[in-house]
């Protein structure tokens, strides 16, 4: 079994509250062979006091205090200058406590690919409030893939490991297309790499007011993504962003698979099409869909009423 060197991505904005528990959790983890990277996105809290003290504790951390660019353009960052052909990579957020085994169970996953290079390892999370009380686990992602990635992230970046050719795909984009970072990284897994999905949560995943991506209950998730589709089209601007970034994706990698580019067109042209009955078709029939049952029906009316 290869023992390969694993390098943990971490950007922090204005995270003193968890900071320290989650890099103890990093620390203690039971692969050892990792250095954590990270780039602060112009706190202004004790951020950077609690980052210099750690990595005056422990060799394995690289800090860099950066102006304030943004989430998506921090991780990209940071992702960007760590270069290791022979090595893994995991995105980690600020907040979360990774289990003691997270990242040996990952890279083990990884080391029985064919085609380590390319692969995403992700897992299922287990959500806890602001005080790390159990909340729930989250749904089981269904059938994880180029079908589910065109509109919805099943692979949420603090639970991501995966190999160097996948960074480089990665790396070819532009933040600014990126709805978020981890959702660009499954679809280029989707597209031209292969997922490995851990049905077993191995991060406790906090929820609290500052949270970059909350996970919402049902209803709530629904009602929420309904009002920003109405409030979007009330600006000139209608349409899923899901399928919104899609299109950038297939721009910027016209080689993409035909799963997604066929998918797409075929969605391109129904839009504004005068025959409902094609919509109500590709709806019943399409493979694309969410992991939720209530919003994969939402998903459909949303295609057959071209609100796409």
């Known amino acids: 079994m290869t023992i390969p060197r694993l390098h943990v991505l971490l950007s922090t904005f204005n995270g003193e509250t968890y900071l320290e528990e989650l890099l103890q959790s990093i620390l203690h983890q039971s692969y050892s062979n990792f250095q954590l990277h990270i ?27 950066g102006t304030n660019i943004g989430v998506q353009a921090s991780f990209y960052e ?80 603090c639970t991501c490991v995966f190999g160097h050719q996948l960074r480089c795909d990665f790396l070819r984009a532009k933040p600014e297309d990126m709805i978020m970072h981890d959702w660009w990284l499954y679809l280029c897994a ?42 979007r089209a009330r600006k000139g601007n209608a349409g899923l962003d ?17 799963d997604i580019k066929n998918t797409l067109h075929t969605l391109n042209n129904l839009h504004g099409y005068r025959n409902m009955l094609k919509r109500v078709e590709f709806a019943l029939k399409t493979r694309m869909h969410r992991n939720d049952r209530l919003e994969n029906i939402a998903l459909k009316l949303v295609i057959i009423f071209d609100l796409h």
């Open 190 to 231: 989707a597209s031209n790499g292969t997922i490995i999905y851990d049905k077993v949560p191995r991060i406790r995943y906090r929820q609290h007011l500052n949270t970059a991506t909350p996970r919402e209950p049902g209803i709530s998730r629904l009602k929420n993504r309904f009002l920003g589709l109405l409030s």
């Open 39 to 65: 780039r602060d996105d112009g706190s202004g809290d004790t951020t950077p006091e609690i980052l210099r003290k750690y990595a005056s504790l422990d060799k394995r951390i690289v800090i860099e205090l």
């Open 78 to 157: 940071v992702l960007e200058k760590v270069d290791d052909a022979h090595g893994l990579y995991a995105f980690c957020d600020q907040d979360d406590i990774w289990q003691e085994h997270k990242l040996t169970i990952a890279v083990d996953a990884l080391n029985q690919s064919d085609n380590q290079d390319s692969t995403l390892y992700c897992s299922r999370l287990s959500c806890v409030d602001s005080e790390n009380r159990f909340l729930y686990d989250s749904a089981l992602a269904r059938d994880p893939g180029a079908f589910n990635a065109l509109v919805e992230n099943s692979a949420i970046g």
């Open 242 to 258: 899901s399928l919104n970034q899609a299109n950038k994706f297939v721009a910027t990698y016209p080689e993409c698979t035909s």
